[in-house]
């Protein structure tokens, strides 16, 4: 069946510093890969997603590059705000039998940014 | 554009006592409607998953069930709940089943039972 591998948490970092959160997925099929962030109290936000092999998402200075050789989907920010400070999320979408087009979502990563 | 709204956002309830979440999405038609329950430290469960009215899709089964009277509204209830109910409950919509389409979330209901 489909899984999706991140590391786990919490990651703690300083302001400004670079941040990477693995992301590791094993699926039937061509996946699209997404990467959804919660803060705190709130419900999930779609941050980027990558529909096909090679494809990179960005949004908000974060960046994610679906490896297929890899079967990664690494999420990374260059320089972390505390406004980072959050759930991360990476999930996959495919189309099997078993899994008409549902989320598979990782168990989520939290980060700590500190001032 | 777009919107999704559920409601309550935040609610006590005793064992035993019924529940109902209501999620509404605005904007579009004939979405594909979702419910995925949090719980505390722990990931996402998917736990109805709905392509059109009265079309749903149980993922687990569980002292829940889901409802869709109309095309844009999505309800999920329970007669009788139980302390392991408790958690952060999503409802969740997108638009046809293609992969690369986004599933939008709405903010969530907080459930504690007592």
């Known amino acids: 069946g489909n899984s999706v591998t991140q590391m786990e948490g919490p990651v703690t970092l300083s302001e400004e510093a670079f941040l990477t959160i693995n992301c590791t997925y094993t699926?039937?099929?061509?996946?699209?890969l997404f990467w959804y962030v919660q803060y705190p109290g709130e419900g999930l936000q779609l941050l980027l997603k990558?529909?096909?092999?090679?494809d990179k998402g960005s949004n908000k200075g974060f960046e994610a590059t679906y490896r297929k050789e890899t079967t990664s989907f690494h999420l990374e920010k260059g320089s972390v705000q505390v406004s980072d400070s959050a759930v991360y999320f990476c999930?996959?979408?495919?189309?099997?039998?078993?899994?008409?087009?549902?989320?598979?979502f990782g168990a989520g990563t939290q980060v700590v940014v500190t001032p | 554009s777009q919107t999704i709204h559920q409601w309550p956002a935040t609610l006590v309830q005793p064992v035993g006592s019924p529940l109902s979440l209501e999620c509404t999405v605005e904007?579009?038609?004939?979405?594909?409607l979702y419910w995925y329950r949090q719980a505390a430290g722990r990931g996402l469960q998917l736990l109805f998953y709905?392509?059109?009215?009265?079309?749903i899709s149980s993922e687990v089964p569980q002292n829940l069930s889901a409802s869709r009277p109309q095309d844009r509204q999505f309800i999920l209830s329970s007669k009788k709940l139980l302390l392991s109910d408790s958690g952060f409950y999503l409802c969740a919509w997108s638009l046809g089943q293609g992969t690369g389409n986004t599933i939008y979330f709405g903010e969530g209901s907080w459930l504690t039972v007592v």
């Open positions: 999930a996959l979408r495919t189309m099997t039998t078993d899994s008409w087009g549902k989320l598979q």
């Open positions: 699926a039937t099929g061509y996946p699209s």
């Open positions: 709905s392509i059109g009215i009265d079309q």
């Open positions: 990558a529909t096909k092999a090679d």
């Open positions: 904007g579009t038609s004939n979405p594909n």
